[in-house]
């Protein structure tokens, strides 16, 4: 398993690459990629993601471990930007593999379900108006519910 948390971007083809390669017992791999949304109607000037190091892969890895175990996983991919994110940015990363592709579907958006969720990132979205804290919204934690 691999987690990182990372200022820096990263190269979604060349880490969706990478992963996919040595993956011989595994029949599919399944990747996703968060990008920062502007607000409806657009004016979101940047995003703000701030984390505590060491207490943030130790939960993202835990998460992992589980994921593995649930849906059978032989690898999983997780990473999550934090600093100062422009609207079109990548901000994570999730990439799993499995024998079969419903597993490698259903752990990914497990993962991705905690990541948007309960991972212990905090979110501020900047404006021209100032800036705000992101809440976690309802949608997101009843997509978490159902697993």
């Given amino acids: 398993m691999d987690i990182r948390v990372q200022e820096a971007p990263f ?7 990478g992963f996919a390669q040595g993956h011989t017992e595994s ?9 920062v949304r502007d607000l409806v109607g ?5 995003m703000e993601i701030e984390h505590y190091p060491g207490m943030t892969e130790g939960a993202l890895m835990a ?4 994921a593995k175990a649930r849906f059978g996983l032989g690898d999983v991919l ?4 934090y600093g100062v994110l422009r609207p079109g940015e990548m901000i994570m990363m999730v990439a799993t593999a499995a024998r079969h592709r419903g597993d490698a579907f259903h752990a ?5 379900d905690y990541l948007k969720s309960r991972a212990p990132f ?4 900047f404006t021209a108006e100032g800036g705000e804290w992101v809440a976690a919204k309802d949608e ?3 997509a978490l519910a159902r697993w």
Avoid: N
């Fill in 11 to 17: 190269d979604f083809g060349a880490e969706a690459e």
């Fill in 27 to 35: 029949g599919a791999v399944v990747t996703f990629t968060g990008i």
């Fill in 42 to 46: 657009g004016g979101l000037d940047r």
């Fill in 63 to 66: 998460q992992a471990q589980e």
């Fill in 78 to 81: 997780v990473i999550h930007r």
């Fill in 108 to 112: 990914a958006e497990f993962l991705m």
């Fill in 122 to 125: 905090w979110k501020k979205e």
């Fill in 140 to 142: 997101d934690e009843d």
